[in-house]
């Protein structure tokens, strides 16, 4: 015992150069830890949809390519539309390409070209947080001034 630095169990103990048991492992699922089970992510639906680069609008699935976004009039057929797009890599563009296209925002003729999809939480359907509530539902706040009643009103004298 005069030999150990320090006295804690564990530092230098003798059973940890033993080899473990050999203990063969059950077969088959493990059992429930608890009877109610583990609580479940709330699970967000995805959406996956093409939108204009210049105004994030969501354009339809037929639109022309070469034509222009319904709503701000900006070219759909340009590199910032592009799937290969990408601001840090040499010509801005993850494709070998021969040359630089100086206007990212303006037409182009270019055969590389793949129309960039998103991937976004779809907000039109309720979540199973908000059906499960029985509270008040809560209204987000439109003004400054909206946003400071609901500020006070958690704090209420």
Not at 16 to 31: F, H, I, T
Not at 52 to 78: E, M, V, Y
Not at 119 to 133: F, H, I, K, M, Q
């Amino acid at each position: 015992m005069d030999d150990r630095k320090y006295r804690q169990h564990g530092y230098m103990d003798t059973d940890r150069d033993r080899a473990p048991r050999d203990q063969p492992k059950p077969k088959g699922p493990r059992p429930p830890i608890d009877v109610t089970g583990p609580r479940l992510p709330r699970l967000v639906q995805a959406v996956t949809a093409t939108r204009c680069w210049n105004c994030a609008s969501t354009l339809p699935t037929d639109i022309d390519l070469t034509g222009t976004c319904p709503k701000c009039q900006s070219p759909l057929h340009c590199c910032k539309q592009c799937a290969h797009f990408e601001p840090s890599t040499r010509f801005q563009c993850l494709k070998p390409i021969p040359e630089r296209v100086a206007y990212k925002d303006r037409p182009n003729e270019c055969q590389l070209f793949k129309l960039r999809i998103t991937v976004a939480r779809d907000t039109a359907a309720p979540g199973p947080a908000s059906v499960l509530s029985n509270g008040p539902k809560m209204v987000e706040p439109r003004t400054p001034t909206d946003a400071r009643a609901a500020f006070d009103s958690l704090f209420k004298k």
